[in-house]
């Protein structure tokens, strides 16, 4: 059974009383209110990095809750001013790490080519990478959607061996669902995602393909995750906007 997650994209917001503010009450809620254990169901948290050491200490006795880097830099150390590794996010206990997400990708120019070294020093550091695909409005208009996802996983991730591909978790985000409240209708976003997993299937075969997480991204919320993780190649959600509130994020959780 292939792992469904859950996690959770602060992005460039809370201070660092309100973030933990946040986590202790999804932590309460779902001690109260249990995830179903034989569902396989990992939580994420992504917040700041400045937040990320403090965040993972408050969660280090729960045992499917874990930490996400929103980022990491693309060289492994040294005079890059402001930056962060791949090996200082692992350092603070976090497992995983979000890389090219749209709005890196739009704001901060990542290209593929980049987004590949920062996969390949998330690997060699041993943080699992959460891997952002996603057309933009004119590429869904112009139907070129699926040649555009294709490319940028090829292009960023087909360098990989079998072993280490199988340590990546891809997220499609639509360009033009992410905070907009139009999300992707559980058809196209089924759509996608199997699309996506044809992909992984010619490249590495059927069984990582089939072990490969996909979660969708783009306005998820409280009252369209359910239907959208009710399909087959939807394995849970990268979230945004619902994520800063814990009942939201809960019940996103429980929508498996
Ligand atoms: P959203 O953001 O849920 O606010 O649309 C999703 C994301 O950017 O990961």
Known sequence: ?????????????KTFEEGIQLVKEIQQSLQVNPINANENIKVIISPPFVFLKPINDLLANSS????AAQNC???EKGAFTGEVSAQMIQSVGAKYVIIGHSERRAYFNETDALLAKKINLALANNLFP???CGERLEERNANTYFDVVKKQINDGLFHLSAEAFSKVVIAYEPVWAIGTGLNATPQQAQEMHQFIRNVVKEKYGKQIADNTTILYGGSCNAKNAKELFANPDVDGGLIGGASLIANDFVQIIHSF
């Open 130 to 132: 959460i891997y952002c």
């Open 73 to 75: 830099y693309s060289e």
């Open 1 to 13: 059974m292939r792992t469904k997650i859950v996690a959770g994209n602060w992005k460039m917001n």
């Open 64 to 67: 499917f809750i874990y930490t």
